[in-house]
């Protein structure tokens, strides 16, 4: 276990060396108790499970075009498959996504070794740990953006970026911005289908696939699926389009 992302993030020379530098950090002494803490305590469904209990690293094609930025792992999600969107609810909303524009391989993923793959795309979170509430302190983010900073580095045909709500929209300025890249000013502010152009990247908005927007129908699949498709596009990837009466709501 190590303390220092800053440090090691900027010593990674490949995506599996990052991967295993997150895996092993311990920088933020409140996300470990909580991460730990659920690993032990479980809930009922899962209680015959043995949880990850650790940071959860990005997941998919190292050749990536596009690069999906979400929160966090969930306490029961990520932090028990060791898989970043895997084993959620938030997950089954965004492979399905995924699956129906060609994007991935199936339309759900319950388990880290389930050989989900990826065409052109690569998914990670602001914060690499499960956090109390889904809710990172500024500190945590702070310390935890390296590895996105470096994470971005690492794709060398990264061409666009789709953050999944506010957290990984504000996660992506702060690392584009880490990296040298300008800015805009005032900050361009997050909204679903928003975009700016930030060095040779476009980001671009989605809200975040959690159940308290797909639930509330704040988010539907044809609005994710666009801006996937939107992302796409832009990134050079090709895309199935699904027929309109094929869409789920
Ligand atoms: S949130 Fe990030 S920086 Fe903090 S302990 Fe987890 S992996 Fe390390």
Redesign the pocket.
Known sequence: MHAD?EAVAQAAMTLPDLDEA?AM????PR??AWREEQAQVKVARFRTETYWGR?VPGYGDPDARMLLVGLAPAAHGGNRTGRVFTGDASGDFLWRGMHALGLADRGESCRADDGLALQSVRVAAA???APPANR?TSA?QS??RP?LVREMQLLPELRVIVALGGVGWDAVLRSLRAMGHATPRPKPRFGHGAEVEIGPYRLIGSYHPSQQNTFTGRLTRPMLEDVLARGAGLAGIRTHIPEPDARVP
């Open positions: 992302p997150i950090c311990a920088a933020c996300l470990v940071p914060v690499r740990c990172p945590e310390t935890c590895y």
